[in-house]
């Protein structure tokens, strides 16, 4: 079944239009003609200066989704909460646990803020779901659950630990997509493809199989990656043959740019403010 009516908005990016806040964050906002949908959260205030600025309601949302537990995807989650007394939160369980990213020896906590987990905690444990495998929230909306880690080329895209002393590799096992399906094919949100962006797409494939992609938005955390790795996904990009590549957030100005020049006009970098229609 698919959605008679697709329309997403990027709320929260790292670049945006004219007028609106930019920060290091990703929030989409997804209307399927029949669900509210917003996919992450970003840091809070970008959230809360782009959604009135931009038209959207957010007391209107009966859905909140929550890609993984970074605080660039979740700090606006109290904002959200206090906007609806009726939203249903999904999120794997790993996005409450502590996680670091370790740079030149230093460690950096990068975990849900704690305004957000005590607003997550206070929250009807009715309207909470956690989801440990893919599931569908809709007949025309999914998502993924943890994602198969099968491309030997894709990694966690950084620096990423459970412990401050950098002991425990942290596998952002709580990564999750969210897809739509259209008469046009499959439109795939992304938050920050920790899982790889190519696993991604071929754990959806798998999930929805015959129906191609028809677009992927978000990040793809290609901020860091090699000539390796950034030319086996333009590869599997090309096979997978999407008709629109929207980048943003952690994809990183330098990989878009690549993109952008190995694949054309497929390639469309987003910006909060950006609204496309399906």
């Given at each position: 079944m698919s959605a008679e009516e697709l329309r997403i908005t990027v709320v929260v990016d790292n670049h945006a239009s004219a007028g609106l806040a930019a920060e290091h964050g990703l929030s989409l906002w997804i209307d399927t003609g029949t669900r509210h949908i917003l996919f992450d959260t970003g840091q809070g205030p970008a959230l809360a200066a782009n959604a009135p600025a931009l038209g959207i309601d957010l007391s209107r949302a009966d859905t909140l989704v929550l890609s993984h537990g970074h605080y660039d995807h979740t700090g606006g989650l109290p904002l959200v909460l206090d906007a609806s007394d009726h939203i249903q939160v999904y999120a794997h369980a790993g996005v409450v646990q502590p996680r670091y990213s370790i740079r030149d020896?230093?460690?950096?906590?990068?975990?849900?803020?704690?305004?957000?987990?005590?607003?997550?905690d206070h929250m009807d444990s009715e309207r909470l779901h956690w989801v440990p495998e893919p599931m569908r929230l809709a007949p025309n909306v999914g998502l993924t659950g943890p994602i198969e880690r099968r491309t030997p080329y894709e990694d966690t895209g950084g620096p990423f630990y459970l412990d401050p002393e950098g002991v425990r590799a942290d596998p952002?096992?709580?990564?999750?997509?969210?897809?739509?399906?259209?008469?046009?094919?499959?439109?795939?949100?992304?938050?920050?493809?920790?899982?790889?962006?190519?696993?991604?797409?071929?754990?959806?494939?798998?999930?929805?199989?015959g129906r191609p992609i028809r677009a992927v938005i978000g990040g793809f955390h290609l901020v860091a990656a090699d000539e390796e790795r950034l030319t086996r996904t333009v590869a599997a990009l090309r096979n997978i043959a999407p008709?629109?590549?929207?980048?943003?957030?952690?994809?990183?100005?330098?990989?878009?740019?690549?993109?952008?020049?190995?694949?054309?006009?497929?390639?469309?970098?987003?910006?909060?403010?950006?609204?496309?229609?399906?």
């Open positions: 020896g230093q460690a950096r906590l990068i975990s849900m803020p704690h305004e957000a987990m005590a607003a997550l952002i096992v709580d990564d999750l997509a969210l897809w739509v399906s259209t008469d046009e094919g499959l439109v795939v949100c992304v938050g920050c493809s920790h899982a790889g962006l190519i696993n991604t797409l071929d754990q959806i494939r798998r999930l929805d199989p008709r629109c590549v929207m980048p943003c957030h952690c994809t990183g100005d330098a990989a878009t740019a690549y993109l952008k020049n190995a694949l054309g006009e497929m390639v469309q970098p987003a910006c909060a403010g950006a609204i496309y229609r399906f």
